[in-house]
């Protein structure tokens, strides 16, 4: 059994994919499927040891992204049919982005299953065009069903976003404060800038932040290339606060730091990509600030696809100011009915399950593939 996985250079197409190879390796554990094999083809390998601890073998094709870069996407495809035809699937998983078509259009080639999933509530382009041919589509919005073509929808699983088990269930809340050397009688938020980070959040809450660290606690993820920027900035902004310790900058959050996170926090605050169903999976509020810029406006399309669920408030970019987002962050810590409310929307909104429904599919199409 060969199943190939392809996505593009994100965490939100990465991290899903490693949630779903978790689940298939332990049903091939479980029911002593010999020989099985797992590749990941794209232009990056993202996080090469999360594919080495998940036994996955990288296959590096290059990309292109633009109609500008014709050469590199027809190099790419043909790599990608090379490499296809000599490992030679039995179902192949893709993720959408850019990265996955030279992989998913060479499946297409070798008449090889491919199975989709859509984490955004508008699909992309690639599997757009990837749903009029996948043998099945999983969904993690409702709403993505209607963008796919009416001949495909029977093909349709509402399945939820595959979650990695190693940040799923939140950290109980004393060890987690107890990590962050917190306070336990304070409320404490979530910052999630990205892998990247977001300038517009990170500046917003430099800006916030003598005002929230009077009451809460916050834990900010600034993204790898802005750590320095911020952590230095921060300093000066609570230069003699006697609540400075109330605030912890991080680079990048682990695994290990993300469950302790989830569990320490009372509110979450990201921008609109796959972070939000973690978030859903952790049973916290939200405040969602969407990326605007981004091409068909995935994220606002899901922001308010997900506060339609009630489990978060949304920020528009062009309202971002640092007394309007304390001001809503305030308004959902201290109205309990507000941050019940949302809370249990978040779970509400929750699918466990999404991973192993996913993996089994893939397990069982690609050994019936292989007789």
Avoid at 133 to 154: D, V, Y
Avoid at 169 to 196: D, R, Y
Avoid at 238 to 249: A, P
Wanted: proline share 4%; net charge positive; with cysteine.
């Amino acid at each position: 059994m060969k199943i190939v996985f392809t996505g593009g250079g994100s965490g939100g197409h990465f991290y899903p994919i490693i949630a779903v190879s978790e689940k298939i390796n332990q049903i091939i554990d479980r029911e002593n499927i010999i020989g099985a094999k797992l590749y990941y083809i794209s232009d990056s390998p993202y996080d090469k040891e999360m594919l080495f601890e998940n036994g996955i073998l990288f296959e590096e094709v290059a990309v292109g992204k633009h109609l500008s870069q014709l050469p590199k996407i027809l190099f790419g495809s043909i790599n990608a049919l090379y490499k296809m035809f000599t490992i030679y699937p039995d179902v192949v998983f893709g993720k959408g982005g850019y990265a996955s078509f030279p992989a998913i259009l060479a499946a297409r080639i070798l008449r090889i299953p491919v199975v989709i999933h859509e984490s955004d509530a508008v699909p992309g382009r690639v599997n757009k065009w990837a749903g009029r041919f996948a043998k099945k589509i999983a969904i993690s919005f409702e709403e993505a069903a209607e963008f796919f073509p009416k001949n495909s929808r029977k093909n349709i699983a509402w399945t939820g976003q595959p979650i990695r088990s190693a940040i799923m269930e939140p950290a109980f809340k004393k060890a987690a404060l107890e990590f962050f050397k917190f306070e336990s009688n304070l409320p404490t938020i979530l910052i999630l800038g990205g892998s990247q980070g977001a300038e517009l959040i990170n500046n917003t809450v430099l800006d916030a932040l003598p005002r929230l660290i009077k009451n809460y606690q916050i834990i900010h993820q600034t993204g790898v290339n802005n750590w320095q920027n911020i952590s230095g900035r921060a300093d000066v902004v609570l230069t003699g606060n006697s609540n400075k310790l109330r605030y912890v900058s991080r680079a990048f959050l682990n695994p290990l730091e993300l469950k302790m996170s989830s569990g320490a926090a009372s509110l979450v605050v990201s921008r609109a990509g796959s972070a939000l169903f973690e978030i859903a999976s952790w049973g916290l509020p939200a405040v969602l600030i969407p990326i605007t810029r981004t091409n068909m406006d995935h994220q606002r399309k899901n922001a308010f696809n997900y506060a339609r669920a009630g489990a978060c408030t949304v920020i528009e970019e062009a309202n971002m100011t640092g007394n309007i987002f304390a001001s809503e962050v305030e308004r959902i810590i201290e109205n309990k009915s507000v941050w019940n409310n949302m809370a249990a929307s978040a779970k509400t909104f929750h699918k466990p399950d999404a991973a192993i429904k996913i993996a089994r599919a893939l397990v069982d199409m690609a050994l019936s593939h292989e007789q």
